[in-house]
Each structure stands twice: as structure tokens, then as C-alpha cells.
């Protein structure tokens, strides 16, 4: 009896064991793929909100022709800084300058207007003065740093980065080193 018994026993641990870790792996991976979806959701979804604030920022800089009214570029802009605030968090580490970067990209080419997250004061008749050189370079570094969060977005790497604007702008021999700069506001060195 004893050895029936055993037998009993240990094929009731073996099913209660083996139930038990099978029911924690399921859990787990299911937990796993679950917190991955939602990741990429998240994610998905930062993407787009901070793509379709650029693009709108972008369509309006390729179109406008040097005067805009202000107010034409405030929703846009302040649609794309509070998209930008809301996905930091998720964000790669190389790409959480991306809202100070397109304010700098903005400020060289509107103005005040780029600050309009600051200021509430800007008047709806007021002008804004678009650069042709600046907007060019605002256009560009807009449309590179859509790219990038398109890569981020569709394969969710981690490792996805932007330079900052100004970074991109000393690459693109767009914007004089500081030395240079210096010497031409004093004048040719003799």
C-alpha cells in the first residue's frame, strides 16, 4: 500500500507543480506581450500626435511667402510644443530635444511667435517677418526630425536620435562656429 500510496502522492505534486508553473509562465509572457502592446501604443500614438503638428508646421513653411500672421502660427505651434510635452516620457534619450529644438528652429525664422507657449499677448493682426534662408532651414530640420520619429514610431528603437537644431545646423555648415562669428563682427584679423 505504501508504494501505491507514494506513487499517488508524487503524481498529485507532479500535477500540481506542473499546473502551477504552467499557469505562471502563461501569465508572465502574456504579461510581457500585454506591456509591450501597450508600449507600442503609446508610442504609436506620441508619433502621431507630434507628426501631425509638424506637418502642419511644416505645410505653413513651405507655403507661406515671408509675412504671416501670427495667429495663423499659433494653433499649430502650440499643438505640436504640448504633443511634444506629453511624449518626452517615451521619447528616446536622442530625441527628447525635439521641442526645443523646433522652438530654436522657429525663433530663427518667426520670431516671437515660437515662444507663443510664454506669451499670450500676441495680437491677431499682428505680422510675422519669415527669412526665406531661415525658413528654408526650419523646413529641412522639421522634415529630418519627421523622419526620425517615423523610424521611432514603425520600429520602436530606442536608440533613434536627432541632433539638436543648432548641432544641425554647425554639420550643415549652415551656422558659423563661434570663433568665426566673433571675428566678423570685429572685422578681418590682419
Known amino acids: 500500500m505504501d508504494v501505491a500510496m507514494t506513487s499517488v502522492f508524487s503524481t498529485l505534486v507532479i500535477t500540481v507543480v ?30 502621431e500626435e507630434m507628426l501631425g503638428s509638424l506637418n ?17 502660427w499659433i494653433r499649430p505651434i502650440d499643438s505640436y510644443y504640448e504633443a511634444a510635452e506629453d511624449a518626452w516620457h517615451v521619447m528616446p534619450p536622442g530625441m527628447r530635444h525635439a521641442k526645443r529644438s523646433v522652438r530654436a528652429a522657429l525663433g530663427e525664422t518667426l520670431g516671437v511667435v ?59 555648415t549652415l551656422y558659423p562656429e563661434p570663433e568665426r562669428r566673433d571675428r566678423d563682427r570685429s572685422g578681418p584679423r590682419i
Open 18 to 47: 506542473g499546473a502551477f508553473l504552467g499557469a505562471f509562465a502563461s501569465s508572465f509572457f502574456t504579461g510581457r506581450r500585454d506591456r509591450q502592446t501597450f508600449q507600442k501604443e503609446r508610442r504609436v500614438a506620441a508619433a
Open 114 to 172: 515660437a515662444i507663443v507657449d510664454f506669451r499670450s499677448d500676441l495680437g491677431p493682426g499682428e505680422q510675422v517677418s519669415e527669412p526665406d534662408e531661415w525658413r528654408g532651414y526650419a523646413a529641412d530640420y522639421v522634415s529630418g526630425l519627421m523622419g526620425r520619429l517615423r523610424e521611432w514610431r514603425d520600429t520602436g528603437k530606442t536608440t533613434v536620435s536627432m541632433l539638436s537644431f543648432d548641432d544641425w545646423l554647425r554639420v550643415n
Open 56 to 72: 502642419a508646421i511644416l505645410r505653413m513653411l513651405r507655403n507661406s511667402r515671408g509675412h504671416t500672421a501670427a495667429a495663423d
